[in-house]
Structures are given as C-alpha cells and as structure tokens.
C-alpha cells in the first residue's frame, strides 16, 4: 500500500463550485504540505502543517485553504473554483527531524 | 531571490549513452538539495539528498554530486526504464519548510 494517498485522482469541475481534495499518510509524518505544478512553473508550495494544530499560507495560498483533521490526513479545499487553478495537485509528507519531502501520487484537477 | 534552474529542458539519449543534468542554483545558505524522479501522471519519488559541497550519493545508474553553486545528476550507460523527469529542488537554510523546485529536464532514453 502506498505511503501517501490522495483523493480524488482526477476530478473536472465548474467555476464557482467548492471542492475538497484529500491527502491520507501512513508514515507516521508530522509536516504535510500542498502543493501544486503547472507546466512550466515547477512545484509550488500552497500551505504547510507542522501538527494538527499549526498551520501556515505558502507563496500561494489565495483561494485555497486547508484542514489537518488528524495527524494522518490534510484537506485541500477551493472554496470558489476558477480555471486558474487548474493543474497537478500534490500532497507531501516529511518527519520533523528529516530534510526529504514524500509526495503522494496527485490529483489532476480540472476547472472549467 | 532563492532561485533554482535545471538546464537542460529536455535531453534524448540512446541506451548506454551516459550524460549528466545540471542544477545550478542560488540561495541564502543551503540546508539540502534535492533530486526527485517524476514520471508521467505520478508524484515526485525521492532519490538523493545532498547537503554540502563535495557530497557524492550513488543509486544504480545514477549519480548525484553538489558544489558551492550546482548540482549534477549523472546517468551512466542508461536505458529506456530512466525515461522521466528529473526534478531539482533546494532548502534554504532561514526556511525551514519552503522547497524551491526547478522546472525539471525531461529526458528520454532510446533503446
């Protein structure tokens, strides 16, 4: 099974509508992170969490915001979906005492 | 500004032709540098993390080292299963969470 888990996998929604995106882990990670990719630009950092109950806006967090429900699981949530924000969605898990991130497998999302 | 660039965009080789993607990047003192593998449709995987000038990490046919101002990922004698795109990203030093990533080097390798 994999260590990080995202759902939904793809997803196609309508401007306006509100969407949540889900990332589980079985790592034991304290830190998760979101992030998206668009072609081009590389990845970039959304929001992070360092526990349940610390979280933090990245370089771009306009029209997003996040929930740690638990250790294991953080939601990503466009509240007023726009075409803009189509692109690759990854979540990101990391141990606090090590550098390296783990990436879960992405949801392709798309907005028209 | 934090800033990481990996050049080439996009590299064609034939099987067994080893080459080497650069990373060159400049930072407010670096606590890593990273090198992922990213294939169509997935999620980044990890390879190797480097933490100073000098380092050397070595996995099957790849190959990462890291100086003051780059990093290189050598690929020697590759085949077509190394196809993916290699992505670079950095830490800086005073953040400790943000990873700057390159745009990453696409390679593809023919049989």
């Known amino acids: 099974d994999a260590d990080v888990t995202q759902t939904p996998r793809n997803r196609i929604t309508k401007t306006g509508k509100r969407i949540m995106l889900e990332c589980s882990q079985t790592?034991?990670?304290?830190?998760m992170y979101w992030y998206r990719q668009d072609p081009g630009l590389g990845l970039r950092l959304i929001y992070y969490?360092?526990?349940?109950?610390?979280?933090n806006k990245g370089e771009i967090s306009d029209g997003y915001s996040v929930s740690r429900q638990a250790q294991a699981k953080f939601s990503l949530s466009l509240e007023s979906a726009i075409p803009n924000q189509t692109a690759l969605y990854f979540c990101?898990?990391?141990?606090?005492?090590?550098?390296?991130?783990?990436f879960g497998p992405g949801t392709r999302l798309l907005v028209l | 500004e934090d800033q990481v660039t990996q050049s080439p965009e996009a590299l064609r080789l034939q099987e067994g032709e080893s080459s080497s993607l650069n990373c060159s990047y400049t930072?407010?003192?670096?606590?890593?540098l990273f090198w992922y593998r990213q294939d169509p449709g997935k999620g980044p995987e990890f390879l190797f993390t480097?933490?100073?000038a000098g380092e050397e990490k070595e996995k099957e046919r790849l190959k990462a080292t890291l100086t003051k101002k780059e990093s290189f990922l050598h690929i020697t004698a590759p085949k077509p299963e190394d196809s993916a795109t290699y992505l670079c990203?950095?830490?800086?030093?005073?953040?400790?969470?943000?990873?700057?990533f390159g745009t990453g080097t696409l390679l593809a390798v023919q049989p």
């Open positions: 969490s360092f526990d349940v109950k610390d979280i």
């Open positions: 990101a898990t990391r141990k606090t005492d090590e550098e390296t991130q783990y």
């Open positions: 930072v407010s003192g670096l606590r890593g």
């Open positions: 480097l933490y100073s």
């Open positions: 790592k034991g990670h304290d830190r």
């Open positions: 990203a950095v830490q800086a030093s005073g953040a400790t969470n943000k990873l700057i």
